[in-house]
């Protein structure tokens, strides 16, 4: 499996694994407490420093073992880490367009919401929900296009 598609599998796991624990966790206070009394701000600043955290650290792990694997079969360097070729370019242009796409529909959401005045806490977790919808928009549509080609 190519570094990319590695990497790209840590991304999408990772968002979605903190998206739902952050989700789980805000989300299951709206039922006892009116959303405006609700503190869904530092849980949220969390959530986005921990996903960028896990998914620095799982490109970490799999770049070390990337480069274990290079050494053990005799492979100078770290194996595809450095490697781009046209394939990559148009997989990872597909993916940031798809990524573009579900952000400009979340952000749309976010200002109707607004324009609405709907509570903050909606339209922030509007804003939060594209960011969560386009970075797993993008890594599916980049793990398609690396398992069934472009």
Known sequence: MPFREKFTWVSLL???AVAGAYAVLVLSRAGSLPVAEIAYQIPMVAAMAVTVALTIAGTIVFGIGGGIAAAVSGDRGFGDLGRVDDRDREIALQGRVAGAN????????????????????????ALYASFVASSVAAAVVRLAAYRQGL
């Open 102 to 125: 579900a952000m400009a529909v979340g952000a749309t959401l976010a200002l109707v919401l607004a324009m609405a005045e709907a509570e903050q806490f909606w339209v922030a977790n």
């Open 14 to 16: 990772v968002s979605v």
